[in-house]
């Protein structure tokens, strides 16, 4: 009688903490890139990088959590931490193709990773979904060291007339103009 009570309340505190961990996922997620937040500012990115990589493990769909391990990864020259990023990050724009603050650290990851062609399309979706000169000017780089000169110039000109202040577009044709 006594180990079916105390089988019954185990079973009771077993199902009261699957439930609380399944409702307070995001919260606890959101904790952990707090706290690697703190040692990222801390002057400490590989500690901050375990605990997005924490983060993650929660709630693999955190996009802030995918965001930082993105940048924190490139900091630190993490190959691992940048694949894994991506990986993350492709799977969370399939969910939310409007995240254009995700897709550009994605952008960013991809060019670092020397994947060119798929940096190119993250970067230009960017700068012509929110007219960021910037994403264009990285798109134009992009095409660039692709060989496709015609895009590139046309990617900056583009760039350009989003964001006249801008001095990389600007640089970027006159040198090209300049090579002809």
């Not at 490139?74 to 991506?86: A, K």
Request: avoid cysteine; glycine fraction near 6%.
């Amino acid at each position: 009688m006594i180990r079916i009570a105390l089988w019954r309340r185990f079973a009771l505190a077993s199902t009261g903490l699957a439930i609380s961990a399944a409702l307070l996922r995001g919260q606890l997620a959101d904790a952990l890139v707090t706290r690697g937040d703190e040692f990222l500012y801390r002057a400490r990115p590989t500690e901050a990088l375990k605990y997005y990589v924490r983060a993650l493990t929660v709630d693999s769909t955190d996009a802030i959590a995918i965001d930082r391990l993105l940048f924190v990864s490139q900091l630190v020259r993490s190959r691992e931490g940048t694949e894994s990023g991506i990986r993350l990050a492709t799977h969370y724009l399939r969910a939310h193709p409007e995240d254009d603050v995700l897709r550009m650290d994605r952008a960013m990851a991809l060019r670092a990773d020397g994947r060119h062609a798929d940096a190119l399309a993250d970067f230009e979706r960017v700068g012509k979904s929110v007219r960021d000169g910037r994403a264009l000017t990285f798109a134009g780089f992009e095409a660039d060291a692709l060989g496709w000169r015609k895009d590139a110039v046309s990617l900056w000109r583009a760039a350009e007339k989003q964001a006249p202040g801008l001095p990389a577009p600007r640089h970027a044709l006159q040198r090209e103009a300049g090579e002809k």
